[in-house]
């Protein structure tokens, strides 16, 4: 079954620390990774896919098959990234993408 | 550019009176629909999904359905809503180009029954 795991609900981190986001999937073929960011008041956004191999705002993700984990990544963090912060996968069905999410993680970034 | 609409912004209602939630797109056509639910602690959940007109493909067993009548228009009901529909309402589309083509959603319905 396809499934996303985000083991951490909340995560609070001072500013200029590194941030590690964590993100396990399990699906049966090829995956395709995403990062999503919701910040306060706005609507949910892509923040980077594994496919484009970017650095976005700072944040880095690497697809690890072997351990099937997608982490998010940033070695100084911002005031600016407390969000909350959603993984997903796509994959298909019948030829249809499906967009998978896990449950989140609230990133704090404390002063 | 590509916009996605999504209204009304909140909505209060009753126990079982009927729900319509509608979601429009710009800019593009033939696109891969959505409808997620988004609770606190759950993440989102796929609701519904379309590749289009008159497709539709609901991912769990519940109160809700989804129609798509138009190429860009895709619309959430109910037609007797329960206590646990209450929640927030996310419309997302896609190209549909391929897996690693991302979504993009709305802003979101806030619907509270009471």
């Known amino acids: 079954a396809q499934r996303v795991t985000q083991p951490e609900k909340l995560l609070s981190v001072f500013k200029g620390a590194p941030v590690e986001l964590k993100c396990n999937y399990s699906?049966?073929?090829?995956?395709?990774l995403f990062w999503y960011v919701q910040y306060s008041r706005q609507r949910l956004q892509l923040l980077l896919r594994h496919i484009s191999r970017e650095s976005i705002k700072g944040f880095t993700a690497d697809l690890n098959k072997g351990e099937t984990s997608f982490h998010l990544k940033k070695p100084f963090a911002q005031e600016e990234d407390s969000a909350m912060y959603y993984c997903?996968?796509?994959?298909?069905?019948?030829?249809?993408?499906?967009?998978?999410f896990g449950t989140g993680t609230r990133l704090k970034v404390l002063a | 550019s590509q916009t996605i609409h999504q209204w009304p912004a909140t909505l209060v209602q009753p126990v079982g009176s009927p729900l319509s939630l509608e979601c429009t797109v710009e800019?593009?056509?033939?696109?891969?629909l959505y409808w997620y639910r988004q609770a606190a602690g759950r993440g989102l959940q796929l609701l519904f999904y379309s590749v289009g007109i008159g497709q539709i493909s609901s991912e769990v067993p519940q109160n809700l359905s989804a129609s798509r009548p138009q190429d860009r228009q895709f619309i959430l009901s109910s037609k007797k809503l329960l206590l646990s529909d209450s929640g927030f309402y996310l419309c997302?589309?896609?190209?549909?180009?391929?897996?690693?083509?991302?979504?993009?959603f709305g802003n979101g319905t806030r619907l509270t029954v009471t």
């Open positions: 699906y049966s073929g090829s995956p395709e």
């Open positions: 800019g593009t056509s033939n696109p891969n």
């Open positions: 997302a589309w896609s190209s549909g180009q391929g897996g690693n083509s991302p979504l993009h």
């Open positions: 997903a996968l796509s994959g298909t069905t019948s030829g249809t993408y499906k967009y998978i």
